[in-house]
């Protein structure tokens, strides 16, 4: 990591621009594309006609027609999901370009007639008794799909009658799904007036998030005063929508006969409860143990009170700049030291330009990988600032694809991996970089930077993410009693935070008792508990990453196996059967931690050799 450019010109200009031609020739106007959908609309139709007259019960006939079916489900759900990564693609490059917007609601669609179709079969699924079901199974042609059928069937037993289900999703788009998009409309309507750089501008929330971690501490302060202003303005209608959310939410678990509002986030991370509790009890006790960490940023900073807004707030840091090819040559050559194979799918994906990073007017934000099943390949969009958040993204973003590449022989139903899960590879790509880099910075101010951004990760996984667990926990505690008010709202987050940040912020004043306002997680309709998977991922990498370092490339094919098992197992199960752990209990979380908090002591020492 020479870097000899030091200017953004030189940096930014050799980021490419990705190849989606070899996929669909002609963009948003490809007529490949076009030929594409229609096939697949056509396709849509007659399995829905044939869902219909497919004989019901579980005799003979049934059985055998049933089998096709599914393989005919299966490839229809590969299609689309390649049809809605490319609607994807093609929405990202272009914000503006019309024919791809109008697509993503074609693509809506799609989805939700598929989803009918996913419907009739679990309802076939749970006509069945355990011992016909196993002997359904045993049909070489779905036997490789055995693990998705049983969840389908699984999942089916602790619903209501089919028909409900359909009604309350049904209900669900105007009132459960409704309340989240009002939500976003709030959020996106809202604007705060802001002075930086000597002028005022009026800008968004999403714009406004950037100055939380900028380096100067009067805009930090600043920016979070103007988004509690912002938020306070419309937290009796936030309270409304989490309220009326959590309520449909309740009154759907007790109608399937559900006792826990952990069901669902469970079910949805192939987890027990065990591990969720293991997991966090292992976070809680670690938190104790960043006090010195903090102790030493607040001297770094300058500062006597630790508060909410100096959480990501910069220390140290050479301002060296990476050109694109020098950071992908970076990664790949970090990566090769583990492991032959993903260093050859590194140079696959940089030469058959995969990824998109050019710095250019008119692409949406933020960073993605996105998956192409029918055609055995992967994208990666991104924004090349040469700066090294950007060298992260890319490694991320590239674990996240080699992760998609590994299964992509697998069969469509046995590559949908849970989100906890999803976050191994990318994670595991960023510790072997972050490693290497700090391994050869030789100057003190970097390797503080690069040590504050380790720390910095652990600090908002095991205080900020558990303060969104416990809160939600809490709020489902009251919400099942009755309304919560907005004032009690903010009591429970501000218990929250006290709890889990560990007497690390200064209270009150250095708390944010609107978080559960202004942090859209706590919205998402589609994934209740969004908040946990994240510290599961990251800890869970920790894990495999601490193996790889132990075994060397010895692992490599370990690890690879490990990926390729995440479609097709519970998470206990993959951890059991590839790392011979066992997730319900704490040793595997205490171990995960205990290599995260390795890293305290040098940032230590390094803070006091700068100070
Ligand atoms: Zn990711």
Not at 151 to 179: D, F, I, S
Not at 400 to 413: I, K, M, N, S, T
Request: net charge negative; proline share 3%; glycine share 8%.
């Amino acid at each position: 990591m020479s870097s000899t450019a030091t200017s953004n010109d030189t940096t930014t200009q050799d980021a490419p621009r990705w190849d989606l031609e070899s996929i669909f020739p002609g963009g948003s106007a490809s007529d490949q594309f076009v030929e594409f959908r229609k096939r697949l609309t056509l396709d849509l139709e007659t399995a829905e006609k044939q869902a219909e007259s497919l004989p019901r019960g579980t005799d003979a006939e049934a059985r055998a027609t049933w089998v096709p079916f599914v393989l005919l489900l299966q490839d229809l759900a590969a299609r689309l999901s390649t049809a809605n990564s490319f609607t994807g693609c093609l929405a990202s490059q272009d914000v503006h370009d019309d024919a791809a917007n109008a697509m993503t609601a074609e693509m809506d669609l799609l989805k939700s007639r598929w989803q009918g179709l996913n419907t009739a079969l679990e309802s076939f699924a749970i006509a069945f008794d355990d011992e016909a079901w196993s002997g359904w199974l045993e049909d070489e042609r779905i036997t490789g799909i055995r693990f998705f059928l049983d969840e389908l069937r699984t999942r089916g037993q602790e619903k209501m009658a089919p028909e409900l289900e359909r009604l309350a999703q049904q209900l669900a788009v105007n009132g459960y799904h409704a309340w989240e998009h009002l939500y976003y409309k709030m959020a996106g309507d809202l604007t705060v007036e802001f002075a930086a750089d000597g002028e005022s501008r009026t800008i968004s929330l999403g714009q406004l998030a950037m100055y939380l971690s900028n380096s100067q501490r009067d805009i930090r302060r600043e920016a979070l005063v103007k988004l509690e202003e912002a938020w306070e303005s419309r937290a009796s209608l936030a309270a409304m929508a989490l309220n009326n959310q959590g309520g449909f939410r309740l009154s759907l678990y007790a109608n399937r006969g559900w006792d826990s509002y952990l069901q669902e986030p469970l079910n949805l991370g192939r987890i027990g409860r065990e591990t969720l509790d293991a997991m966090w009890a292992a976070v809680r006790d670690a938190v104790p143990r960043l006090v010195p960490y903090i102790e030493a940023k607040k001297k770094l900073l300058g500062i006597d009170e630790f508060r909410w807004y100096d959480q990501t707030a910069p220390v140290g840091g050479a301002g060296r700049t990476f050109g694109f090819a020098e950071a992908g040559q970076f990664i790949r050559d970090q990566l090769a030291g583990f492991s032959s194979d993903m260093a050859s799918f590194t140079d696959k994906a940089l030469a058959e330009r995969w990824i998109e990073a050019e710095n250019r007017p008119g692409k949406a934000g933020g960073g993605f990988c996105t998956d192409f099943p029918t055609h055995k390949a992967t994208r990666i969009f991104m924004t090349w600032g040469g700066e090294y958040d950007h060298l992260m993204t890319l490694a991320h973003e590239l674990g996240h694809a080699y992760h998609g590449w590994v299964l992509r022989d697998a069969p469509f139903f046995s590559q949908g991996y849970p989100m906890n899960l999803a976050e191994t590879a990318s994670t595991f790509n960023e510790l072997c970089v972050t490693d290497a880099a700090l391994h050869a910075a030789s100057d003190p101010s970097e390797r503080l930077m690069l040590l504050d951004q380790k720390l910095g990760n652990a600090y908002v996984f095991f205080c900020n993410l558990r303060a969104r667990f416990l809160f939600d926990c809490s709020f489902y505690e009251e919400r099942a009693r009755g309304m919560v008010p907005r004032a009690r709202l903010d009591e429970l987050m501000l218990a929250a935070q006290r709890e889990a940040f560990g007497g690390t912020l200064q209270d009150p004043d250095g708390l944010h008792p609107l978080f559960w306002c202004s942090k859209l997680h706590f919205y998402i309709t589609g994934y209740p508990f969004y908040n946990w998977p994240y510290v599961f991922g990251y800890l869970f990498a920790n894990g495999v990453y601490d193996r790889a370092q132990k075994e060397g490339p010895a692992f490599a094919d370990g690890y690879r196996r490990l990926l390729a098992d995440t479609g097709s197992m519970t998470s206990e199960e993959v951890a059991q059967k590839h790392l011979g752990v066992d997730l319900a209990s704490r040793d595997f979380w205490d171990a995960a931690v205990e290599r995260i908090l390795a890293d305290v002591e040098p940032f230590v020492n390094q803070a006091r050799d700068a100070g």
